[in-house]
């Protein structure tokens, strides 16, 4: 069974970087697609980036050329590096799997952007 948790969460200045991890257990398919999302209150749920098996990547407007996604194979992680922070980057982000058969998420980890 799929397993992620998050962790690297926390509190920043505006411009400020974080780097944010979700471990992964329990994969076993040769084709996917990993993901952060993130939530802030009131808001629905939205990609932030995504990286597929292929490992081609994507970006939300809102983040691209400030925020890096990657996986790490030998440490078998799904890294977002987070730079030039934005008070409006401020949610709840959640790391997410989605193995064309079934989908999988973390229980999330707390950034928030603020002076």
């Known amino acids: 069974q799929v397993q992620l948790e998050e962790s690297g969460g926390g509190l920043v200045q505006p411009g400020g970087s974080l780097r944010l991890s979700c471990a992964m257990t329990?994969?076993?398919?040769?084709?996917?697609?990993l993901g952060w999302y993130r939530q802030a209150p009131g808001n629905k749920r939205e990609s932030v980036a995504s990286?597929?098996?292929?490992?081609?990547?994507d970006y939300a407007l809102s983040v691209a050329g400030r925020f890096t996604i990657s996986r790490e194979n030998k440490k078998n992680t799904l890294d977002l590096q987070m730079d030039n922070l934005k008070p409006e980057d401020t949610a709840v982000y959640y790391c997410?799997?989605?193995?064309?058969?079934?989908?999988?998420w973390g229980q999330g980890t707390q950034v928030t952007v603020s002076s």
């Open positions: 997410h799997v989605y193995d064309f058969a079934s989908s999988y």
């Open positions: 990286i597929s098996s292929g490992g081609s990547t």
């Open positions: 329990g994969i076993i398919s040769n084709e996917y697609v």
